[in-house]
């Protein structure tokens, strides 16, 4: 009797984690935020399209405006829109209800107190937040409203109802729309699986990647029919499983996955940084690691913060059955836009998440530890959680700074002191970035005046901050990352490509003027590459696919892509 063929998800399938049919991020998953970026972008986005349609199919046809609030679906599912519109309203009305009366209560108060007690306006807290919020003043007597996450992911402000899982196959690296501005809506050649995403049965479809199951199980899994069969076996595949490595050497082993993603392996401990890994598309493509270029158990996984391009659930609920620890940054706490990514990620069922503060540290066997920093810049002087990550490998010290700004160079004087000379280091130079009002704009209880918002870019280093970073850690290798150049993250960051950018450039002229500055080595990283770490010794490179051709002298530049 022949044995019947076991299917695993095949190499270009991608699964997207949705709630209420847009892509899941931060924004949409904590209860305040999302209902927030419900009212004030989501509901006025698709009102936008329903009034104009033909508007937004034209801008959607310029890459300039990939970023912008913009709908990319076709005039002929209006009807659609104004449908799943309207159920939007009915279902999530109590987010809207919380949404203004958070918005409305915040303004009364900053119009009406001024320091005295706050006692007497517990009275005159709206109903939608009776329960969940507590008063305050910071030391300058402006009121503060401070919502307690914990009680409100009890609350029915969290629907867990409204989550799912989209599958499709991803054909090319640019044929995602943007992840903020396009609601998935029904397509015949997708699934999307309704389950909340803390469901146990979730990592057992994601086992599919290392264990194969038979066509039937995984249809009943899915609970489809016989009849969706067909579409299903479109998603999978019966070749072999590769087999996982596992690296053992003492020395460090860096495979960068694109973008700000990296997997270190030392001593058979492995640490994934900043997890994006993109599927690998029907059509072909720029070489790239994907999941089967991961090891079978990643002991931890950290988060330096809550931008989509870092806190990727795409990939992280993918990968939670075989993450030992999750490593998160503090949260302030005190304002509502600022998320506690701990409280998040347990509420969608991660089992072990730690929350790392500066110079805090977690113990690597062998001698080894991994160590929070400060990570100053880049949230537009908001107080959001964030981290950057020393992880010291036997000799080795390696710093991931992702999109950390210079903006006080004593500080990393302050910590080679502390921690000892940092050899490598991994810095973000996206140093033109989104306006104050981009991503954080929903959240905010009044519109940013047009200075503020232009002054408060989020953005990283230029070549001399970034310089000053290496030169106080005492770097002799650095590796420009996270600049957002990889086609497969155009859906994540909405970048359009130009000649002449100031990152390259400014990239360039880091690498340029490294030799003098006695670096061993500096790369502007892209695609797929791996590095071993040997002590002093120039790092060995295999795998390294450098600068596409397609890509080279090109990248973004500040006014080629729409934020407003």
């Known amino acids: 009797m022949s044995q019947k063929p076991l299917y695993h998800l095949a190499h270009s399938s991608v699964v997207e984690p949705l709630v209420n049919k847009w892509a899941a991020w931060p924004h949409v998953l904590a209860p305040v935020a999302s209902s927030l970026h419900l009212q004030n972008y989501q509901i006025k986005l698709l009102e936008s399209f329903l009034q104009d349609p033909e508007m937004h199919i034209e801008a959607c046809r310029s890459p300039k405006l990939r970023s ?18 309207a159920d939007t309203r009915k279902l999530m009305s109590g987010n809207l209800e919380l949404a203004k009366s958070l918005v409305e209560f915040h303004n009364y108060l900053s119009r009406t107190v001024g320091g005295e007690s706050l006692e007497p306006f517990y009275e005159k807290i709206p109903e939608p937040l009776r329960g969940y919020v507590e008063l305050m003043y910071d030391y300058y007597n402006h009121p503060i409203v401070r919502c307690q996450e914990s009680l409100l992911y009890q609350s029915p402000y ?26 998935r809506l ?66 460090v082993r860096i495979r960068m996955f694109g973008h700000a993603s990296a997997l270190i392996e030392w001593n058979g401990t492995s640490i994934l940084v900043d997890p994006y890994v993109s599927v690998t598309p029907s059509e072909g493509g720029i070489d790239r690691f994907s999941f089967d270029s991961l090891p079978e158990k990643i002991d931890y996984v950290l988060i330096t913060h809550l931008h989509q391009d870092h806190f990727c659930l795409e990939t992280l609920l993918r990968l939670r059955r075989k993450i030992g620890c999750l490593v998160v940054p503090r949260s302030y706490g005190m304002f509502y836009a600022d998320l506690s990514l701990k409280l998040l990620a347990r509420k969608i069922g991660f089992p072990n998440v730690v929350e790392l503060d500066a110079l805090e540290s977690i113990p690597l066997p062998g001698g080894g530890e991994i160590i929070g920093v400060p990570f100053l810049g880049e949230h537009a002087d908001l107080p959001h959680g964030k981290s950057g990550y020393v992880i010291r490998a036997g000799r080795e010290q390696i710093l991931f700074g992702a999109d950390s700004d210079c903006l006080d160079g004593r500080m ?153």
Not at 72 to 85: I, K, Q
Not at 232 to 242: G, Q, Y
Not at 447 to 463: I, N, T, V
Not at 538 to 564: C, I, N
């Open 68 to 85: 912008g609030p913009f709908v990319a679906l076709g005039r002929e599912r209006v009807d659609e829109v104004s449908r799943f519109l």
């Open 412 to 564: 990393y004087e302050h910590l080679r002191r502390m921690l000892g000379t940092i050899q490598t280091v991994f810095l973000g130079m996206e140093c033109v970035g989104a306006p104050l009002s981009w991503s954080c704009g929903p959240l905010l209880p009044a519109k940013p005046e047009f200075s503020h918002d232009q002054s408060r870019r989020c953005h990283g280093c230029d070549s001399e901050r970034a310089l000053s970073i290496l030169k106080a850690v005492g770097a002799r290798r650095v590796y420009i990352y996270a600049m957002g150049l990889e086609p497969w993250m155009e859906h994540l960051l909405g970048l359009a490509y130009t000649e002449d950018a100031r990152q390259i450039r400014e990239a360039r002229r880091l690498i340029e003027i490294a030799p003098a500055k006695s670096f061993i080595d500096a790369e502007l990283l892209f695609g797929r590459c791996e590095i071993i770490l040997d002590g002093e010794r120039a790092p060995h490179f295999t795998s390294y696919s450098g600068l596409a051709p397609s890509l080279q002298g090109v990248a973004l530049v500040e006014d080629q892509f729409s934020f407003d």
């Open 186 to 251: 029904p397509e015949r050649e997708q699934i999307e699986w309704s389950i909340p995403f803390d469901s146990p049965r979730v990592d057992d479809f994601f086992n599919l990647d290392s264990s194969p199951r038979p066509l039937e199980e995984i249809r009943e899994l899915l609970g489809l029919s016989s009849a969706d069969e067909q579409l299903l076996l479109s998603f999978l595949t019966d070749e072999p499983v590769s087999p996982r490595e596992k690296w053992d050497s003492d020395m």
């Open 158 to 183: 969290y629907q867990r109802s409204l989550q799912s899982l989209r599958i499709f196959q991803h054909k090319n690296d640019h044929s995602r729309p943007f992840f903020q501005s396009t609601p």
